[in-house]
């Protein structure tokens, strides 16, 4: 490259020159500024409402690895309806998140597992449902279902449109390893925060290792034990305020702190593994089916996954209250499916959304697969469950919750970013001891309010 | 030249460690690949009973065959035509010279530098608004503009290097600069086009960045492209990813193994030149 | 074309003269039509550079301009996006990993490039180096997706570098090498170094063999030591390839994408994010198209910054 030696600054100039060419050229038209994609048409059904049709129809999913429930369902879908198939594209969640918003615009799949919806759904990304569910009745379940998936314009959830369905609502807690269990004398599910700590301590003196918790890469997992530990100090309502961007929520209160500097004596204790920085999901769920650790949090989409892997083995109890017979809270929220504004196929893949919730085989798959409730109105099928089961178990931790009306979303889904920009990499650095209690929240906070600004 | 025994015996054992030290990963991906899917294998261990199956399974889950035949597909349409257009422009410029060759062949240059993570977001907006977006010539078309600084560069180094008395006896015989390029330069180009073609091919199988970007489906996607979203679908199960991430390695090793003396001058031939 | 001041030009008008200028004329007439030919060459390559190449770069200093979210209308904001480049903490953060990274990219490959360079001079013929030479080279050969693929395994807590330290008695030592906060830059450096040894290994080999035999013997003649012979023949020799070696190097640095995303995604926290990285999470997660292409204006022209002058110290006066 002599020619720079010889002639420093000819190079830069030519570059000045040509770029600011360019520029001029192209600074006439501001980029952007076309509307948002059209959606297709959903408002007349005809008679028997939206439904795929006789023709051959492939509807095209993009859903997440590692979870066999969409999978077992679309596989039972179409052997009652053999002229519709599936064409499946699965990664990670992390990945989904961050293609979201191209997949959902460029190849707008029919059915998709939706990551954090409030700028899909403002940015018009997402199919309006409401028309299908009038003409569905999903109307007339329990608004509570239906209420983490509508989007108003602003982003903020809790009301506006539908904008999608869920596989089953889930609900999560504290699993725990019955034999590792017994070893330091937990017969039964901690009553209170205390019980929990003492047990916590018990396993760590007995060489145990006490809670194994994903929370590397992309994915801080501490959030759930965070949360659950938040629904214990205080009010669950007001958290979800903060989950659905209501106006002055903060999630930096008093309340949260307690249980932010909680969860901090936990990682000073040792009380979880080494590596948590570098556990993924997957590897945390091996290390528990494998006995590695004594408790686990996480969701009853595993249950069924529990039943099959350590049948018996594996108990579950909600997150417990700080005094017996406090306020229990839990995350709780659909498996987010979503259809894409442009799909190509919105009635079949509604209608099939439809029959998840309400066809027996379908609920059945939803129970043993998924290991949770499927949405649905509520005296709908339940189909029996083995005693003693993990399933039994979480279905039971269902109840009580809803009887508490403890349920919240979580809150790594307050806004499209939080979690892979805000909390994970917070918490990553809670657990290396190099961000603290009031840090975590406070910089949570304030990231937070500058994405709702956008 | 001149060494004494000790400074080879002790050279030799340096050397074989850093082999040791390069060798590694890829044995250490050979044998976790063949444990039992689904599994978290510590370390180096030969598995009790080795799975041989998992390649055909990973085969057969990234269907690999369409992989490759994608694969190929975009090397057949980026490599010829790179070669093609940076040997038309380095001829032009490095051969015929003509007034203001100089400064075009600079504005060449100051793309070598460039990171392709610098015009990517306008690269998708292009590529989208095109309506390409998903399909193959998503990949070939950018990567063609973005090889030219490189490859023209190589092929103008090349050209400069022919005596200019080798065309002006064509010309005296009548030649037609389109005469001279074909009869007479090509065939005397042949050792830089075919390390350039070399370097172009490994340098398509291997981009990842355009791929994820601009093309969804694993199938129309680069080799490399495609092990990314392999790994997204696998990334949780390690023997079977090793085993796809393995299978979709083998190609370019075969193909260096064959061609490595072309690679090898190639790369000393552009350090001379550059 | 500059014309001369009119007392200069001849004012001739005699046959000879208008002959002359005649031919003169189709001289220049002619050059021309060989310039517009051999343009016409160039213009598929500068047709495709120009719109895949030069039209990016000039969208993306467009775009650094705006606020988009790569869907709706854009909002100008001028050079607030830049203002958030140089004071972000993250985004700057990056950039001091990149630097980093190139401790791990460049100098430390230069540097084993060239001792193992000079132990195979040494054995020159055998077939030790034949093989040595292939083998050195393999990983330069790979996508840069499997070799962080291969090494996040490797890095793992119950991966074979543990294992192998174990084995050494260094047990104390191991960790989840990328999903500690310290140690997961330096790790990731340790794939990128293992990608371009190879790279600078070769190159340095093809500059030792123009180095001129008859040095050495004088130099051994005159009783220098090995080490003394690398310093004053060896290392001058190969300038030139150290300086196409370090320039890519550096520039693979600065432009890291591939094994990041693979191995670390950026994480444990930040501590791995660079520059590369961050532009796609702006410009494709978040969405923040106006700062993800002044980010990406930034980098570019820090490998300009960098790069250029680099060209000039190492290169020296040659041309």
Known sequence: MSRFTQHPLRPLILAGVLTSLAVGVTACAPPGGSAAPQASSTSDFGAEGPTCGDEDVVLSGYFETGFPLPKDLTAEFTKQYPNVTFDIREDQFAVITQNAPRVLQDSPPDLMRLPQMSELATDGLLLDLDPYAEAFGWTKWPESQLQQLRVDENGRRGSGPLYALGLNYSMTGVFYNKSLAEKIGMTEAPKTLDEFDAALKAAKDAGITPITQFNGGATGGLAFPLQALMASYGDPAKINDWIFQQPGAS??????????????????????????????YAQMMSRFIGGDSLFMFDGDWESGNLDTQMPGEAGFFLMPPREEGGQIGAMSAPLTYGVAATAKHPDCAAFFLNWTATNEKARTIGVEVGGSHPMGPADAFMPPVKEGSTTAATLAAGAQLSEANGAMDFIANATGAIYAQSWTPNLQKLVAGEQTAEGLLSSVQSDYESQIGN | ??????????????????????????ISLFVTALHAPGTYPSGLEWPAEPRWDNFVTAFQSANM????????LIEIAVVPAAVLFATLAGFALGHLRPAGGRIVFVAFILGLTLPFEGIITPLYFQIREMGLLNTRWAIILPLIGLFMPFAVMWMRAHFITMPADLSEAARMDGATTWQLFWRIHIPLSVPALSSLAILLFLWTWNQFLLAIVLVNDPEKRTMAGALGAFQGQYGTDIPLLCAGSLLILTPTLIIFLIFQRHFVSALMQGSLKG | ??????AAAPVVSTGAAALDSAAAQRRRRRKFRASVAAYLLVVPAAGFYIFFVLRPIALSAQYSLYEWNGIGPATWVGFANYVEVFSNPKLTGAIGNAFELIIYFSIIPVGIALVAANMIRAIAASRLAAISRTVLFLP??????????????????????????????LGGVTRAWLGDFSTALPAVGVIGAWVQVGLCLVLILAGMTKIDPALYEAARIDGAGPIREFFSITLPGVRQEVA??????????????????????GGPGDSTLVPGLQIFYLAFYQREVGTASAFAIVLMALVLLIVLPLQRILRGKES
């Open chain 3, 140 to 169: 330069q050969v790979i996508p840069l997706v499997a070799a962080g693929i291969m090494w996040s395994w490797q890095l793992s807590t119950n991966g074979l570098v543990n294992q192998l330290l174990g084995l050494f008695g």
């Open chain 2, 1 to 26: 030249m001149i060494v004494r025994a000790r400074e080879k015996w002790l050279g030799r054992v340096l050397l074989i460690i850093l082999m040791l030290v390069t060798i590694m990963p890829f």
């Open chain 2, 65 to 72: 065959a369409a992989l490759l035949g994608s694969s190929f």
């Open chain 3, 244 to 265: 196409v070696c370090v320039t890519v190097t550096v520039i693979a640095a600065l432009a890291s994408f591939d094994i990041i995303y693979i191995a670390t995604q």
């Open chain 1, 251 to 280: 999630i930096d209160t008093p309340e949260n702190l307690e249980a932010a500097k909680h969860l901090k004596k936990w990682i000073d204790e040792g009380f979880f593994a080494d590596d948590i920085n570098s556990l993924d």
């Open chain 3, 1 to 6: 074309m500059v014309s001369a001041p009119p």
